[in-house]
């Protein structure tokens, strides 16, 4: 399990350079959905090998960073970035708004950041097991 932790983490450095690049590019929205997915592989990726076994099937970045022990002051803005999973993606969860129009540059600034410093905790976290 520890291999495909690693692979998890591999993942989530990569889709950390695709939100970079959706960010300078004006494409706020998925830019935010990205760094969810960063913070969620990460989280995932700590615990495949703390745990030796696969993670629950959640997208609930709060349920990952607690089961992760992720400092407590990090998990209202985990419950934000993962409300971007939805927002970001399906025209029904926010009527008459487009998903492209629901992210604006500094938020989206904000989740690549906190998605950033999820990784890099949840990659020195693993080391310690």
Known sequence: MEEEGHLWFRQAGEDLKTARVLLQGGRHYAASYFAQQVAEKALKA???????????????????????????????????????????????????????????YEESRGHVELAEKVLQWARQRSEIH
């Open 46 to 104: 700590l615990l495949f090998i703390g745990k030796g076994q696969p993670p629950r099937r959640t997208h609930d970045l709060r349920e990952l960073g607690e089961e992760a022990e992720l400092p407590a002051e990090w998990l209202t803005s985990l419950t934000e970035l993962s409300a971007v999973y939805l927002v970001s993606r399906y025209p029904d969860i926010t009527p008459s708004t487009l998903p492209a129009e629901t992210v604006n």
